[in-house]
């Protein structure tokens, strides 16, 4: 093989120009294209929204006539349901400051107004048809998790962590969104009757529900974890012979059953996972106490970014 040393003086000149033009390419985008992607990407999806409604609630999503003003979303009760969800975001939201979970404007006796937190991250890797790029996720999961130990510290359970409750804006601001099945035992707010998404429950959820706690919490940020860095359910997919309650419970419900799928998944996933799979296991740990707290979790991820 000929090597650049062995060519003749103009031949590599050519050949380490070509090399430095390609490095420096690479190095802009890299530190260039983070922004730029994300806005390119958020910016159109945030301003083609309008309204929305169904059975139980109306979404209102405002235009900002100037630049320096927000775009907001109105959440408008349609049901009894949807008025108990409105009621938890309320008192939930009222008790959370932080700048990466979503913040409560206006309030009145059936409605919400928040600020629009962006795209939500399933649409976002639809968008990207598959999983966020290394740097991107890093700075979700960074925010991510300071939004989790922003709510935890409130005293506020989110009970329904997923990615499409995870919302990104053109700015790359990540914010935690949808609180309509939260809970707060200090605030005397006990859990809805029926709540979180098939896929995300912790097991205590099938086999011991009065162990619902933060834990859970942490249990969903784990699968949302996996989520984003594969680009693929963590949950086997609904079948014709099984909806997708009944693989979350199949799998959740007996620990031997449990431990074998996750131990399974984690191997075969080893390589998208990378330096976070040991972190993610603990995260998906069967037993509750075992899980790392937010504070942990967030101390975690930073060593693993560093």
Request: glycine share 6%.
């Amino acid at each position: 093989m000929q090597t650049i040393s062995s060519q003749g003086p103009a031949s590599t000149i050519q050949a380490i120009s070509s090399l430095l033009m390609t490095a420096v390419s690479n190095l802009y985008g890299y530190f260039c294209s983070k922004p730029v992607c994300i806005a390119e990407l958020v910016t159109p999806y945030m301003s083609k929204r309008g309204s929305f409604q169904n059975e139980n609630c109306a979404l209102d999503f405002s235009q900002a006539r100037e630049a320096s003003k927000p775009i907001t979303v109105r959440k408008s009760a349609r049901s009894e349901v949807a008025r108990d969800e409105i009621g938890r975001e309320k008192l939930c939201l009222s008790q959370i400051e932080s700048d990466h979970v979503v913040q409560l404007l206006e309030e009145t006796e059936n409605s919400i107004t928040m600020n629009d937190a962006g795209m939500d991250l399933m649409d976002l890797m639809s968008e990207l048809q598959g999983p966020l790029p290394g740097h991107i996720f890093r700075a979700v999961s960074t925010q991510f998790a300071q939004g989790l130990l922003d709510t935890h510290n409130a005293g506020v359970c989110h009970n329904d962590l997923k990615p499409d409750n995870l919302a990104i804006d053109a700015d790359g601001v990540v914010r935690i969104i949808d609180f309509g099945h939260a809970s707060s035992p200090s605030a005397d707010l006990g859990m809805p009757g029926e709540f979180g998404t098939d896929g995300y429950k912790a097991p205590e959820y099938f086999h011991a529900p009065e162990e619902l706690s933060e834990q859970s919490d942490i249990f969903a940020a784990g699968v949302t974890l996996c989520e984003l860095l594969t680009g693929n359910n963590f949950m086997p997919a609904a079948t014709s012979s099984m909806n997708a309650a009944q693989v979350n419970t199949k799998i959740c419900e007996d620990q031997n059953y449990f431990e074998r799928y996750v131990t399974s998944y984690l191997k075969n996933t080893a390589s998208k996972l990378g330096r976070y799979k040991p972190l993610i296991a603990q995260m998906l740990s069967w037993d509750p106490s075992k899980r790392p707290t937010a504070e942990q979790f967030q101390a975690a991820l930073k060593e693993l970014h560093q």
